[in-house]
């Protein structure tokens, strides 16, 4: 039976335990040129150090109007790729695993002058209208993830994560509430994700797991549920998705009846079920003994803690000694644990 503190093995894929520090937005980039600087290197190697198994860089982004602030990560560009290779490296260094979110924004892209989407409706009266793509421009963007998936592997990633929840543009068009196109990605609501996934296969090595980040549910009236989240599922792992990390909402600004300790735990456990494919649960799974028995009970593979490491760089190593595992942070803080 597997712990949270065991490895795990998905294709090329080894991570020396199975703790998760999921994506999260720094708005912290500077010059608005997509570049992670000294911010990011500290905050990703302090985990790193901390003793998590993979790291998943923040949203970044494929165009620059594809952000949701002028100060979010991006990788549209070749000559981004150093700055991201640096902080690659340093996290690889000790001993974790690195992936990057690859993302476009769409309609919620805050400071885009024109944000683009599947529709020309607005996200919510505080948000821009944004311009409804064409076909054409629609594989424009497919394009641009294809360039922007090259550019993370260049820089030395480990695995990749789509992300197609939250609201963002690859769940605008896979959600019936925000496509209502009369072309042939309206008459099939998964097929922009499913180009996105071919291209990221395209160019990936077949040994590198490929990650999709989906919104299970939605919370607005009339959003879409777990059955037909499931079914988009198969649909992206037939395309070559090896892994879903799970999550919920961002469609609208309604949210869940109740957010706490492991509230889209279920939502992990009933895809892997249903579709017998590794889940990253995700979610206020903050308490250590939780995360263990979500793993001992096979509800999840691995499980990502986002704001308890925002608060606890080391939220992993302290998890380990909490469930009588070994410390997890390197040699010269060995001296911590001497008596
Ligand atoms: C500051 C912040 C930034 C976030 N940025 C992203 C992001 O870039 N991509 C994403 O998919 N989710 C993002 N999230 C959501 C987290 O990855 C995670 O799913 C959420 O915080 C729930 O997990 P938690 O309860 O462990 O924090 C962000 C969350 C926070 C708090």
Same mark, same amino acid.
């Given at each position: 039976?597997?712990?949270?503190?065991?490895?795990?093995? $998905?294709?090329? $894929?080894?991570?020396?335990?199975?703790?998760?520090?999921?994506?999260?937005?720094?708005?912290? =980039?500077?010059?608005?040129?997509?570049?992670?600087?000294?911010?990011?290197?500290?905050?990703?190697?302090?985990?790193?150090?901390?003793?998590?198994?993979?790291?998943?860089?923040?949203?970044?982004? =494929?165009?620059?109007?594809?952000?949701?602030?002028?100060?979010? $990560?991006?990788?549209?560009?070749?000559?981004?790729?150093?700055?991201?290779?640096?902080?690659?490296?340093?996290?690889?260094?000790?001993?974790?695993? =690195?992936?990057?979110?690859?993302?476009?924004?769409?309609?919620?892209?805050?400071?885009?002058?024109?944000?683009?989407?599947?529709?020309?409706?607005?996200?919510?009266?505080?948000?821009?209208?944004?311009?409804?793509?064409?076909?054409?421009?629609?594989?424009?963007?497919?394009?641009?993830?294809?360039?922007?998936?090259?550019?993370?592997?260049?820089?030395?990633?480990?695995?990749?994560?789509?992300?197609?929840?939250?609201?963002?543009?690859?769940?605008?068009?896979?959600?019936?509430?925000?496509?209502?196109?009369?072309?042939?990605?309206?008459?099939?609501?998964?097929?922009?994700?499913?180009?996105?996934?071919?291209?990221?296969?395209?160019?990936?090595?077949?040994?590198?797991?490929?990650?999709?980040?989906?919104?299970? =549910?939605?919370?607005?009236?009339?959003?879409?549920?777990?059955?037909?989240?499931?079914?988009?599922?198969?649909?992206?792992?037939?395309?070559?998705?090896?892994?879903?990390?799970?999550?919920?909402?961002?469609?609208?600004?309604?949210?869940?009846?109740?957010?706490?300790?492991?509230?889209?735990?279920?939502?992990?456990?009933?895809?892997?079920?249903?579709?017998? #494919?590794?889940?990253?649960?995700?979610?206020?799974?903050?308490?250590?003994?939780?995360?263990?028995?979500?793993?001992?009970?096979?509800?999840?593979?691995?499980?990502? #803690?986002?704001?308890?490491?925002?608060?606890?760089?080391?939220?992993?190593?302290?998890?380990?000694?909490?469930?009588?595992?070994?410390?997890?942070?390197?040699?010269?803080?060995?001296?911590?644990?001497?008596?």
């Amino acid at each position: 039976m597997p712990t949270l503190l065991d490895a795990f093995e $998905l294709k090329d $894929l080894k991570l020396k335990n199975r703790i998760v520090m999921p994506p999260m937005c720094q708005y912290s =980039v500077t010059n608005k040129d997509g570049k992670p600087n000294d911010w990011h290197f500290t905050h990703y190697t302090s985990r790193a150090i901390g003793g998590v198994g993979l790291i998943i860089m923040e949203m970044t982004d =494929v165009e620059p109007d594809g952000r949701i602030s002028d100060f979010d $990560l991006g990788l549209w560009s070749d000559e981004q790729i150093p700055a991201f290779e640096k902080v690659i490296k340093g996290c690889q260094a000790y001993g974790a695993k =690195v992936g990057i979110q690859i993302a476009h924004a769409g309609r919620k892209a805050e400071d885009a002058p024109k944000p683009v989407s599947s529709t020309n409706q607005r996200f919510s009266d505080a948000y821009k209208e944004p311009h409804q793509l064409s076909t054409d421009e629609v594989k424009e963007i497919v394009k641009k993830f294809e360039d922007s998936f090259t550019r993370a592997i260049k820089a030395g990633v480990d695995t990749i994560e789509i992300h197609a929840a939250h609201g963002y543009l690859i769940h605008q068009f896979q959600s019936p509430l925000t496509n209502k196109r009369d072309d042939q990605y309206g008459q099939d609501l998964s097929l922009f994700g499913v180009e996105i996934i071919q291209a990221a296969r395209r160019v990936m090595p077949e040994s590198m797991p490929l990650i999709m980040r989906i919104s299970a =549910v939605e919370y607005a009236e009339n959003g879409y549920d777990l059955d037909y989240s499931i079914d988009l599922a198969q649909r992206y792992i037939e395309a070559g998705v090896d892994m879903f990390h799970v999550s919920s909402g961002g469609e609208s600004e309604s949210g869940p009846s109740h957010s706490g300790p492991g509230y889209q735990l279920d939502f992990a456990k009933e895809l892997k079920a249903a579709l017998q #494919v590794p889940t990253i649960a995700v979610g206020r799974l903050e308490d250590p003994k939780l995360c263990d028995e979500a793993i001992r009970e096979k509800k999840a593979d691995l499980v990502a #803690v986002g704001r308890g490491m925002l608060r606890n760089p080391y939220w992993a190593n302290e998890a380990s000694l909490a469930l009588g595992g070994k410390p997890l942070t390197p040699r010269p803080l060995a001296a911590g644990y001497s008596i």
